[in-house]
């Protein structure tokens, strides 16, 4: 059983600041990409970033400058630092883990449940 599992949302100001994190767990054999989606009311699911497995990253034009994402292989935590937010940024944060459970296995895809990100005065 593999489990992903969501942090760190919360209501902020514009110009705000909040930390999301995503703790893996369960059977892992290797994770090969991290990444974080969100969804707001009324719009489709989009990526804001994600990160393989040998540190690269991609980021949304929309929160280049603003937000960084990282990730600890020891831990199999990904987290999603989120600064100078805005009210657009407002919306459910998805955990996203493309990983293998067995070194014989295809890699799988799987998601958090989300947390929410609320931006406003």
């Known amino acids: 059983q593999v489990q992903l599992v969501e942090s760190g949302g919360g209501l902020v100001q514009p110009g705000g600041s909040l930390r999301l994190s995503c703790a893996a767990s369960?059977?892992?054999?290797?994770?090969?990409?991290m990444g974080w989606y969100r969804q707001a009311p009324g719009k489709q699911r989009e990526l804001v970033a994600n990160?393989?497995?040998?540190?690269?990253?991609n980021y949304a034009d929309s929160v280049k400058g603003r937000f960084t994402i990282s990730r600890d292989n020891a831990k199999n935590t990904a987290y999603l630092q989120m600064n100078s937010l805005k009210p657009e940024d407002t919306a459910v944060y998805y955990c996203?883990?493309?990983?293998?459970?067995?070194?014989?296995?295809?890699?799988?895809?799987?998601w958090g449940r989300g947390t929410q990100v609320t931006v406003s005065s």
């Open positions: 369960g059977s892992i054999f290797s994770i090969n990409t």
């Open positions: 996203n883990a493309v990983l293998r459970r067995r070194r014989s296995d295809y890699a799988g895809n799987y």
């Open positions: 990160i393989i497995s040998d540190g690269a990253t």
